[in-house]
């Protein structure tokens, strides 16, 4: 099933927010080039995955996802 233009873009903004708090700018550009870990809603995967390729493509920086129910997702970042 194909998201309708609003979720695509709320998944969109949710990806790049993902990826503004993985990134300290104040660390030296070597460092910023580490893999980037997302975990996110089992429902955002298809978006996100998609959107992860583009931007590995883009930048060189690795995405790996950790998919799940949010609950579970929330215990083990508590954790």
Not at 5 to 11: E, G, T, V, Y
Request: charge should be positive.
């Amino acid at each position: 099933m194909r998201a309708n233009p609003r979720q695509r873009r709320l998944c969109v903004t949710a990806f790049l927010a993902a990826l503004l708090f993985a990134r300290d700018p104040s660390l030296p550009v070597s460092a910023q080039n580490r893999p980037i870990v997302v975990a996110a809603a089992i429902s955002l995967k298809e978006s996100f995955s998609e959107l992860g390729g583009i931007y590995e493509r883009r930048t060189g920086t690795k995405v790996t996802f950790t998919f799940g129910a949010s609950g579970e997702l929330a215990k083990q970042i508590e954790a």
